[in-house]
């Protein structure tokens, strides 16, 4: 880009932390409102239309036009113009969208609660979408018709490679992240294409996000902005596309939108990722979402939370507001600005002031019961720390062990006495203020404060 910054961005927060605006050098301003729970109530900004956002008794998004009377056991029936149909298991089954020519869609889920088939039908005519999972959980393939696949690979539970293989050819697309995160950095591109087709299709593209992790730009090696897109606030895409090298780009100016000159080129495969952890699936709308599946239409998932009421009282809720809020997982939301726990322990008040290896040998006690009686927990913990649930389970004399497992540690709350948090060691390390309000951790806080470590 000749002359001017390309991309600017600036967020500005509230008291509590919530972002209540956003400034975009290339698309001006917006504004967010959110009511005293901090669940998000409108969104206002340049070139997109004002969304307005209602809520139940029981935290469910409801339509704007229509608050409550649609939703029965906290199913939502109806939204705007889309009718919602569910099994006994409250998974939905079937979603019509609009009016006259409308789209329907037919799900069928497996045995492990997890999406089988998806059936689409439009004026376009009956496509059907297949997924396969592996034992963990994880999708590893997308079947379309007889005419392409997508293979996916995973590093823990983040998606670090897709592969496409179609009548073009086949073509591989690796993710980078930021460390210890699902907030993209990096993609590469590298192609196979058909005997007829010639391009060249190697390449290299970085992320450019909102505060949220959600994908806004991509630009390539050169700098030049190759991909851009606009979203409602939930995550659907209202203004998405790949854009051409141009010779000029005028200065941006504060508030003003910017459009970008187009020319006919090669277009590189779509880019799918979304919410962080999310996989945005064209065929169907939603968004796959480790666990679950996502539905940016509505702002919540298509079924229960695996996890039951670990995850929220509502069951379907992805969060208060996708602004500030994540779930990589489609478990359970929470404030990244917040640390990630991923099991909680409780201690008797008894033990507050033993050691901490008499701590670690009960939390690993604990947390071994709860793998054994929850698949998801122990899948989640088994992709991301491999050998752990063998290294909390009893060893020959019945006893558990005084440490935390490789790349976790046991944190004591701060606030909640005999509360025990299995959470990162790498984090925990690297965002001690987090973890430690004012300095102060749950030994400095339980039964009146000890140092025994």
């Not at 005419?147 to 823990?156: E, I, K, P, R, V």
């Not at 927990?377 to 440490?403: C, D, K, M, N």
Request: with cysteine.
């Amino acid at each position: 880009m000749a002359g001017g910054e390309l991309l600017a961005k600036q967020w500005q927060y509230d008291a509590a932390g919530d972002v209540i605006q956003k400034r975009d050098q290339r698309y001006g301003t917006t504004n967010y409102r959110y009511d005293p729970t901090g669940r998000i109530e409108q969104a206002a900004g340049s070139g997109l239309p004002s969304e307005v956002f209602r809520w139940d008794a029981a935290a469910n998004l409801v339509s704007s036009d229509h608050p409550g009377g649609y939703v029965e056991h906290n199913r939502l029936k109806m939204f705007e113009d889309k009718r919602f149909e569910y099994d006994a298991y409250g998974r939905l089954v079937r979603k019509v969208s609009g009016h006259g020519p409308a789209k329907e869609l037919v799900l069928e889920y497996d045995d492990w609660n997890q999406l089988k088939t998806v059936v689409t039908k439009d004026r376009l005519g009956i496509a059907t979408t297949h997924f396969e999972y592996d034992a963990f959980g994880r999708r590893i393939r997308k079947l379309n018709g007889s005419y392409a696949s997508t293979d996916f690979l995973w590093d823990g539970m983040r998606l670090v490679q897709e592969t496409y293989h179609d009548r073009q050819g086949e073509e591989a697309l690796t993710y980078l992240y930021e460390a210890n995160s699902y907030v993209p950095l990096a993609r590469i591109d590298q192609g196979k294409p058909a005997a007829n087709d010639a391009d060249a299709r190697d390449a290299v593209y970085y992320f450019h996000n909102d505060v949220s992790g959600l994908p806004e730009e991509l630009t390539d090696a050169g700098g030049e902005l190759v991909w851009q897109a606009r979203y409602k606030v939930w995550g659907n895409a209202v203004q998405e596309e790949w854009v051409a090298h141009v010779a000029q780009w005028p200065t941006p100016t504060w508030g003003v939108a910017q459009g970008a000159a187009r020319t006919s080129a090669h277009v590189p495969r779509p880019q799918n990722l979304r919410f962080q952890g999310q996989y945005l699936d064209r065929e169907t709308g939603s968004h796959y979402n480790t666990f679950r599946f996502y539905d940016p239409d509505i702002g919540r998932f298509i079924n229960p939370d695996p996890i039951g009421l670990l995850g929220g009282l509502s069951f379907y809720q992805y969060a208060p507001n996708p602004v500030g809020w994540i779930d990589p997982f489609g478990l359970a939301s929470y404030d990244p600005g917040v640390y990630d726990v991923h099991f909680e322990a409780r201690l008797p008040k008894d033990m507050y002031r033993l050691i901490d290896a008499e701590h670690f040998s009960e939390g690993n006690r604990q947390l071994h019961y709860a793998i054994k009686n929850d698949p998801v927990l122990a899948s989640a913990l088994e992709a991301r720390y491999p050998g752990i649930s063998e290294y909390v389970a009893p060893t020959r004399l019945g006893t558990f062990r005084r440490r935390a497992f490789s790349g976790t540690t046991w944190h004591h709350h701060g606030q909640e006495g005999g509360l025990l948090q299995l959470v990162d060691r790498a984090d925990h390390a690297s965002r001690h203020l987090d973890y430690h309000a004012n300095g102060v951790g749950g030994r400095n806080t339980w039964d009146g404060g000890t140092g025994c470590r």
